[in-house]
């Protein structure tokens, strides 16, 4: 357990201080500051490259970002916020760069929170939009044969769920998945050992989170994709992870294990960064870099 503050990039340096608390008394505040910033950051964000419109999907809120052409490939997006945070305005530049740069339509859900709604009620909620998106191409105007799923820090593992459904046969098939920073295992790893003190996230945060998510049930591969034992026949993957993570060991491992199940994956991992340095300075120059490798990978699994 140490500082990582001497390892965070110069443009990073201001968020020494940042945390995340994830006490039960704290979340109420939590959100409410959290979901006013992004709130205003959405409102000012130029979106002139993208049409966006919101619906209902059986019963659960989304957010469609049109990027592509007429009957575009489709993903799936799953937010950020550790289960317990965030709302259709928490990613909303990440999917509007994942629109504009993957020339596709990203349809965001709005999934419900814990510790209100425990797990499986996000899983939930992913797979109902999942399963509206399939059988409402038509009317969506998208190419439901390319379908992809992604998502970042909680909804990482999310959508790291529904590809390992889709390759089970019990969720609609998918062609791709992208995965930013993703929660994927409950256990502990070497990372969540040192990143106690981290900006974003950190490892208090992390055992706070899975307690909300799982309130009491035992851990899962519903719950906790790396404890999934069989990988082959995986969509095809992308990884993006930060050095100064409590996650970044799981994501790593997560690739190796795909690498070895015959699953096409492909890794990034950005040096004296921390958790959700896109979301703190998204006009960064290594933000910018994470955007164009992701929209390289949408626009090599969907327009090819």
Known sequence: MTSAAHRLDPALRHLEAARTNLAAEALHTLRESLNQRRAVAAATLDTDAVVIEEKRAAGVSVRIYRGGPSCAPVVVYCHSGAFVLGNLDVDHRQCVELAVRGRCTVISVDYRLAPEHPFPAALEDATTVLDWVVGNGTELDVDTSRLAVAGSSAGGALAARLVQRAAAGSAPRVVFGLLHQPVLDDRPTPSKNEFDTTPGFDAPAVTLM????LAGQAPSADAAPARATELVGLASTLITCSELDPLRDEAID???????????????????????????????????QLFDIQGAALRRALHT
């Open 210 to 213: 899975w307690q909300h998510y």
């Open 254 to 288: 997560y690739a190796r294990r795909l690498m070895s199940a015959g699953v096409a994956v492909e890794l990034h991992v950005f040096a004296g960064t921390c958790h959700g340095f896109d979301a703190f300075v998204p006009g960064w120059e290594v933000s910018e």
